[in-house]
């Protein structure tokens, strides 16, 4: 962003010399635009977002999984929910400007015959127990609330591309 106005600044707005691309991440979310000329957001959270739709998935599955049983589609549809959650937690440490080091979430996740889902309290537990924060617990998942209440639309718009390719 700094980079993108520093160049408009010298180059003038209108220019067709550069263009500075950046994830969008959580700006959908909060509501925050940038308003400099040279520079582009990504339609969606971030670029391996473009690869969460049926027709990607199906040609990989077709190409290295083959035989998988269940249609792009339901894959997809099932990944949803826990990247969504995941995606509040980020936004609710974002939020709250507590920087704490992500874990990861694989270890979290349950799946029976309602489909994939993330258990919520082992995550939070093992998240801030990780970074020493168990006695903020209220307040994170207060933040995890009000995040989770922002995430609408679009998922791709908000599931972090690094959570994606891990959960898939």
Not at 18 to 35: E, K, M, P, Q, Y
Not at 103 to 121: A, P, Q, Y
Request: proline residues 4%.
């Amino acid at each position: 962003i700094a980079l993108a106005k520093a160049l408009q600044s010298a180059l003038g707005g209108v220019s067709k010399s550069a263009t500075c691309v950046i994830d969008s991440d959580f700006d959908r979310a909060l509501g925050r635009t940038h308003s400099c000329e040279l520079l582009l957001l990504t339609d969606y959270s971030c670029l391996e977002m473009y690869f969460f739709e049926a027709r990607v998935l199906s040609k990989l599955v077709k190409l290295a999984l083959r035989g998988f049983p269940k249609p792009p589609e339901r894959v997809l549809a099932e990944l949803v929910p826990p990247l969504l959650d995941v995606a509040s937690t980020r936004l609710a440490n974002f939020t709250l400007q507590w920087n704490l080091r992500w874990t990861g979430f694989i270890g979290c996740l349950v799946s029976d015959r309602r489909g994939l889902r993330l258990d919520m309290d082992k995550y939070v537990l093992t998240y801030l127990g990780a970074n020493a924060r168990l006695e903020d617990r209220r307040i994170f998942e207060g933040a995890v609330a009000e995040g989770r209440a922002r995430l609408l639309g679009d998922p791709r718009h908000h599931i972090n591309g690094h959570d994606f390719v891990c959960l898939l």
